[in-house]
């Protein structure tokens, strides 16, 4: 079975603060995606990152960026100078990359994170 | 605006009615989705339609009935629905249901009393 855990329920700190949110994952699979939505207050998720199990590359994109640790099974993402628009809860989320998944994607329970101006 | 569009956005429904969820993707995608998003609960995958046919129904029960007419369209029909029933319903699409991104609808915020 999958699971996907983010133990950092809530999140409060002042604008320009780093931030970094934890995800820590489990499956059996030997190939998955693992994936950072966003669910502003508007309510629709909103797709950061995929990253397949086989690239353990780090990735930045503008303020944001991932750390994926496949040996300690975590995929944590930062927010570098964090703005009051980042508030929202972010998923972390798990699929297998195998023909039939059908994009059955396990999520996280999310962490809300507000920014104070 | 995500291709994806949801309605209606909020839903009061009693136990005895009869309601459906609408779902209309416009980016060609294959395979459309129903998750459902409780409080304090993570998200949970309901039914998974690719090219039209069901591929995916996760012990939801029979009270939920989701049709998928044509690739572009999904719709949840409701009935005698439970008070634990009331969440935030998501549809979501992706070009072929394999592990790519999905994109999201705003979802409906149902409802039931």
């Known amino acids: 079975a999958q699971k996907v855990t983010q133990a950092q329920t809530e999140i409060s700190v002042v604008e320009k603060e780093d931030v970094t949110l934890d995800c820590v994952y489990e499956?059996?699979?030997?190939?998955?995606?693992l994936f950072w939505y966003k669910q502003p207050p508007s309510g629709e998720l909103v797709f950061l990152i995929r990253?397949?199990?086989?690239?353990?590359q780090n990735e930045i994109s503008g303020r944001y960026s991932w750390n994926f640790q496949k040996s300690t099974s975590s995929f944590n993402f930062t927010i570098t100078a964090s703005q009051v628009v980042d508030s929202a809860v972010y998923f972390c989320?798990?699929?297998?990359?195998?023909?039939?998944?059908?994009?059955?994607?396990?999520f996280g329970q999310g962490t809300i994170l507000t920014v104070h101006p | 605006e995500t291709g994806v569009t949801q309605t209606p956005r909020h839903l009061v429904m009693g136990m005895t009615n009869k309601k459906s969820l609408k779902c209309e993707q416009h980016?060609?995608?294959?395979?459309m989705y129903w998750y459902k998003q409780s409080a304090k609960k993570p998200l949970e995958l309901m039914f998974v339609?690719?090219?039209?046919?069901?591929?995916e129904n996760n012990s939801v029960p029979s009270r939920f009935s989701p049709e998928c007419p044509n690739s572009s369209h999904l719709f949840l029909h409701l009935h005698t629905l439970q008070p634990e029933d009331s969440a935030l319903y998501l549809c979501?699409?992706?070009?072929?249901?394999?592990?790519?991104?999905?994109?999201f609808g705003s979802g409906t915020q149902l409802s039931v009393l």
């Open positions: 980016l060609g995608h294959n395979a």
């Open positions: 339609y690719s090219l039209e046919e069901r591929v």
């Open positions: 979501a699409s992706s070009p072929m249901g394999g592990g790519e991104k999905l994109f």
């Open positions: 499956t059996r699979d030997t190939t998955y995606y």
């Open positions: 989320a798990l699929a297998n990359a195998g023909g039939t998944s059908y994009g059955k994607l396990t």
């Open positions: 990253r397949n199990s086989f690239d353990e």
